[in-house]
């Protein structure tokens, strides 16, 4: 069955954007927001500062749209714009000489496993590997798996080089692959009593 | 045909991604579920798990959080002339169900959705600068929204299903028929209805459903046969407060609805309490742009208390009057008498 529709790509919909078009505006907004807001947590876990980052990001993107490039890939962009905008706004909330505890945490995931709700699938030993990971491997992880962006639109989102990139990856998955290893071993084990009931 | 080995493998196709954290559109999941059936035990897992481990590892808005912060951003940027789709203040949180069709050829091309023969015997309402109320032959109401078309049979009234299709905007509300489902055509999607409120939109730029009250499905079009041989709600099923936007010609589920795309109907609760009848007329003639006439003075003493969300115009007509032993006439598409000889 052939598609019904071409998917609209997504450098025709940020013309549109930058055309004034405020439907396009209005689904790339709701489109990202969630997204984003999940991307920015891991700078900083202060809802209110990620909502005014998020806010004054899009006002800004729609004040300027006259001005702002083109792009072929809408989420690449804002995840660059965005990520860049916290670490603004972290960098000035550090500078300001006083710091909310709540709203900079530097080093990402180390110590707060609150947030590890109902997790019936992950172990928490999972969790404590990739939190153990270094932040860039963290992050470069994050964007290629969860974000499903490739290796050279990673390396301009965190503003290093590509092979930086595979290094970071390459590495991260050598610490899973060790990790699926046991996952494995683990499975097998525990399916061993079964099979020698059924024997 | 996709293979799938290693961990990594599952972790690098979208569509597992999607689906593995709950993002799913109708087509993955139904691929994942079939597949995950089929190979109960493989490094699918392992993937899925690291995966969600990455997942946990951020902090999720609610969907309350974002409709909040999408919607202060659209209200933030909106141009003065947008200024009456923001919601009037002091109403709850209105349910609603909105299709914005996304084509951007669709505007070039044609004008028909693709479905739709428009038969000689078929009836086009067009809206152009303003909106424009359509009563159904079976009740129901269609509330069009400016630059839109709504068409059905001229048999529509004796045909097994209730049909019509649509180009643009419009809020429904569909009389309950249990045995003769209600279906919305557009482009690229239909919404399949027993008896609820809902809005389609279907304009270029994407697609979206979002319900008010009740339930209804969505589908492709290319499903549309199988689903008009049943009467069940079957596919992707949307409850009041969620939609389903088709992007990148793929149906996605969301858990809201931002504010800022409800239109004034859906944002209306049409609940009564002990209220004077002008203050309901007054209302319905807002919410559905018609003008109810009547005697102010016989009427002063008429109260009402209802619950009228469910109901399209007709229907919430019928019950007014019948509660308080009048009647009512339909004069032009815009204009009502309602007849009463008062409440003493």
């Known amino acids: 069955m ?102 900079v945490t530097g080093t990402a995931f180390e110590e707060d496993t609150s947030h590890f709700a109902h997790d019936d699938d992950a172990s928490p030993k999972l969790e404590l590997l990739i939190g153990r990971l270094p932040a860039r491997q963290q992050e470069a992880i994050y964007l290629r798996y969860y974000e499903g962006m490739d290796v050279s639109q990673i390396a301009g989102i965190m503003d290093i080089s590509t092979q930086s990139v595979s290094n970071h990856l390459h590495k991260a998955l050598l610490t899973l692959r060790q990790y699926a290893r046991q996952f494995s071993l683990w499975i097998s084990l525990a399916a061993l009593p079964l099979f020698s009931f059924l024997a | 045909m996709k293979t ?90 209105a349910v609603a169900v909105m299709l914005l069709g996304a084509f951007w050829f669709f505007r070039t091309e044609t004008a028909v959705p693709a479905l739709t023969a428009v038969a000689p015997t078929d009836i086009v309402v067009r809206a152009g600068s303003t909106r424009q109320l359509v009563l159904l032959p079976d009740g129901s109401s269609v509330d069009l929204q400016p630059q839109s078309s709504l068409t059905y049979a001229a048999t529509f009234s004796t045909d097994s299903l209730r049909k019509v299709s649509l180009t643009g905007e419009a809020f429904f509300e569909v009389a309950k028929n249990p045995q003769k489902p209600f279906f919305v055509y557009t482009a690229s999607l239909v919404t399949k209805v027993v008896g609820t409120s809902f809005t389609v939109r279907s304009r270029q730029g994407d697609a979206r459903v979002m319900v008010k009250t009740g339930k209804v499905s969505v589908f492709r079009p290319r499903e549309a046969s199988a689903q008009e041989k049943n009467t069940q709600l079957t596919g992707l099923v949307l409850l009041p407060d969620q939609q389903v936007i088709l992007r990148n010609n793929e149906l996605t589920r969301s858990l809201s609805v931002p504010v800022s795309l409800k239109n004034p109907v859906h944002q209306q609760h049409f609940e009564f309490s002990n209220a004077p009848v002008s203050d309901v007329f007054a209302t319905l003639e807002k919410a559905y742009g018609v003008k109810i006439q009547y005697d102010p003075v016989r009427m002063k003493n008429c109260y009402l208390t209802a619950s009228l969300d469910d109901e399209p115009l007709t229907e919430k007509l019928n019950l007014i009057c019948q509660t308080l032993d009048a009647s009512f006439v339909q004069q032009t598409t815009t204009r009502i008498a309602v007849d009463s000889k008062g409440c003493d």
Request: glycine share 4%; aromatic share 14%; with cysteine.
């Open chain 1, 2 to 103: 052939p598609p019904l529709s071409p998917p609209i790509p997504d450098h025709v919909l940020w013309d549109r954007f930058r055309n004034g078009d405020r439907m396009a505006f209005e689904e790339i907004v709701s489109g990202h927001y969630k997204s984003l807001f999940r991307f920015g947590s891991r700078y900083t876990r202060d809802k209110a500062l990620l909502e005014d980052c998020l806010h004054d990001l899009f006002v800004y993107l729609w004040e300027k749209r006259r001005t702002v490039n083109s792009t072929d890939s809408i989420r690449r962009y804002l995840l660059t714009a965005f990520r860049n905008k916290i670490l603004l706004e972290l960098d000035r909330i550090r500078k300001r000489g006083w710091t909310d505890e709540e709203a």
């Open chain 2, 4 to 93: 799938f080995d290693l961990f990594e493998d599952y972790l690098r196709d979208d569509s597992f991604r999607r689906w593995a954290t709950d993002q799913g559109t109708y087509e993955d999941i139904r691929f994942w579920e079939a597949y995950v059936a089929e190979h109960p035990a493989g490094e699918w897992q392992k993937a899925r798990e690291i995966l969600l481990t990455l997942e946990a590892q951020t902090l999720s808005p609610t969907d309350q959080e974002v409709d909040q912060g999408v919607s202060r951003i659209l209200e933030d940027t909106r141009p003065a002339l947008r200024k009456w789709y923001r919601r009037p203040a002091g109403i709850a949180a």
